[in-house]
């Protein structure tokens, strides 16, 4: 395992991870990579990893596919290789969305990557606008979000539930909470610096997040902790017919997206000696 020189030894000892194999890893070639997490998705992971290639992603990042426990034969290694795809990585611990990022997370801190970008499995983003996010890391922002709905972005056939949701509840919240003007909190599509995910501050390598936890934890305290965060527009593509791709549904999985909200405005996922710091400037 490659220790981040910027990580001591005593630090890395204290991340909680969960447990994960490696059946595919062909090192880094470059110093940003790109992270997907998946679990079943069929044809849509084969779709985005298509139009990477066509985009020439690998020529600027690894790219890291983070598997949650898929069944249905979508990651064979020899088509991940075909697809220019680095890194497979396998949860076998419990937990859902959050637990697979910190696995992929970690994973990229050991490897010594400057920074890290993430976008869903699912095909509903267009991974065109990777280079800018990694260009925007580069000059120095540690937090980019991608924003559907700022100038430039494109939002098509979003459930308008969603859509209610993000525009009057989740992004609000988290602008009041947080101090930056988010626009688009929960999606996926996002990019980190590694200096900010290996603050002790913000400490990301933690049970305590397991489902959807992570996403709105960083959006919340990053920007409290004075770095420079910013939203780029992209484009968010629901498909017309068929189901919904995405993980949360019913009036369960909303509720606990607004639980999870709430818990990390307030602060719950802090680590006991809050040092809140400056805001993030915009």
Request: glycine content about 8%.
């Amino acid at each position: 395992m490659m220790m981040n020189s910027d990580l001591s030894v005593i630090e890395r000892a204290n991340w909680q991870v969960p447990e994960f194999d490696t059946p595919l890893w062909l090192g880094r070639r470059h110093q940003f990579c790109v992270v997907i997490p998946v679990i079943n998705e069929g044809s849509r992971i084969k779709n985005l990893l298509d139009r990477m290639k066509m985009h020439k992603i690998s020529e600027v990042a690894d790219i890291i596919i983070v598997d949650g426990g898929s069944t249905d034969g979508s990651l064979d290694l020899d088509v991940l290789k075909d697809k220019d795809v680095r890194g497979l990585l396998v949860k076998r611990g419990r937990g859902k969305l959050s637990a697979q990022l910190r696995c992929a997370y970690a994973f990229a801190l050991d490897q010594g990557y400057d920074g890290i970008v993430t976008i869903d499995g699912n095909d509903k983003d267009d991974p065109a606008s990777i280079p800018q996010f990694i260009a925007t890391l580069k000059n120095g922002y540690d937090f980019v979000q991608a924003s559907r709905f700022i100038p430039g972005g494109v939002a098509e056939n979003t459930p308008k539930s969603r859509d209610f949701a993000i525009r009057f509840i989740h992004a609000p919240m988290l602008s009041l909470f947080s101090g930056f003007s988010w626009t688009d909190t929960t999606q996926g599509f996002r990019a980190y610096s590694s200096k900010m995910l290996l603050d002790v501050r913000v400490a990301p390598f933690r049970d305590v997040f397991i489902s959807y936890e992570l996403l709105a934890y960083l959006s919340y305290r990053v920007p409290r902790l004075g770095y420079r965060c910013v939203e780029l527009p992209t484009i968010r593509r629901y498909p017309l017919t068929g189901d919904i791709p995405t993980k949360i549904n019913g009036i369960k999985g909303n509720l606990s997206v607004l639980q999870v909200l709430f818990r990390a405005c307030f602060g719950a996922y802090n680590l006991p000696a809050d040092h809140a710091g400056k805001r993030c400037l915009q």
